[in-house]
Each structure stands twice: as C-alpha cells, then as structure tokens.
C-alpha cells in the first residue's frame, strides 16, 4: 500500500518489521510513500507489544535510492516546497521511533535511502550494499537528516568527505568509516536484522527504551549533562515492574517475562 509494508515476524511476535515496498522504483521515496511511512512509523512507535523494529526493503537492486525524481521534475517550486513537511515527517517517523531500530540495507542506499539507515539504531548491511549522499551533485543539501546524522555516526571529517564530494562507499568503506556496524553476506542482511532484533526484543522492553532515550538525547552533550541523562534512564526502570520480575528471573534460573 502506497509503497510501504508493516508486517509481524513470523519468529517473534515482539519485532516488527516496516517494509520500502516499491520495488519497481528502487524504493524511491514518492510523496504519497513518505505520507504512508510516516502513518505506519507512528502506529508502530504508539504499539507497546512492539519491542525492535526491522526497517528493510523489497526487491534485489535497492535498499532506496532516495527521493522520487522524477516526480520531483515535474513539480512546481510550491508543490515541492508542500511536500516538504510529508517528506520531513517520514524521516522524523523513523528517527523518533522509542523502539530499537535496525536498517537492513541491501544494494543502493542513496541519498534518502542513506539517511533512513542513518535514522536507525544499528545497520546491518550485506556485500551488495552501496552508501551515498550524492544530493550536492543535483544541486540540493541532504534534507533527510543526511548531514547531522552523518556528522554524529562518523565524526566531521568523514561526514564532509561523505556529503561534500557526493561520492559512494563500497561495503569495505562504510565499513571501515563505521556507517556500517554488522557486514553480512549477501542476501542475509534481512534474516541477521531480525535475528538481532529478536535478540533485543528478548529484554526489558522498559530498559530497552529508556537506554536508547538516554543515548539518544546524550549525543553531543557534555559529560555532566549527559550523566544526567542516564541517571533519569535508570530511575525509570529502577523501581519499575521491569526491574522486579528481572532480578527474580535471574536469580530463578527462569526467562524473564516482562510485565
């Protein structure tokens, strides 16, 4: 439906996965796609029973490529400036999710398409993968999150040399400037991003969110306020039913069963 999925994994009830459904396209972000992932990112993150999320993609060129062109070419300056706030509120949808978010990144992950694996927790990428912000090349900045995510996961010399130049990075490269945090073979990134998410999904989910709330807003604080962060992190979970049936399970020799 207009170019998203959101389905269950079969293996764990817990993990949801959201689908880049436009195949034919290369996965190309429309503005009626980036409307419906943003619908399908906000039911999600409103879903408790969810614990991690798989954001993945349909077909065997493309992860997604980014914004839609040639829909783009044939819209006015006030057309593109309205799809603006749609397009800002898909990558906000992912961004913003409380769960634990795993890109799942095969073939070309251009533009937009790098951006939404940078919006994530954690990527797993397989050998086929090819990551790029080429947006200064047609003339544009990366609207995506491109240049503040970048600048976070890489440091400000690789972010420049990613964004400035527009060029791409091979699997080895990624991997090596550290976009890339687990390389797959290929055909697998799918299968290990919801393993890992399964993985995830197995502990507190109360803990869970609270930890990457904390590693969330901590980035680019200084030490002392970011301490902070983490010590309002584990008040949350401290007294919480979370903790209580936690440490019970441990010392049960049982698997916990999250309240």
Known sequence: MDGVTLRRDDENEHVAEIVLDRPEALNALSTAMARRLAAVCAEVAAERSVRAVVLSAAGEKAFCVGADLKERNAMTDDEIMAQRPVFRAAFGGVLDLPQPVIAAVHGYALGGGCEFALSCDLIVADETAVFGLPEVSVGLVPGGGGTQLALRRLGPGRAADLVLTGRRLSIGEAQAYGLVDRRVPAGTARDEALTLAGVIARNSPTAVRAAKRAMRLGAGKDLPSALDLEENAW?????????????????EKRTPEWP
């Not at 008040?235 to 010392?251: L, M, Q």
């Open 235 to 251: 008040r949350t979970v401290a007294f919480s039913p979370d903790r209580r049936e936690g440490i019970a399970a441990f010392n």
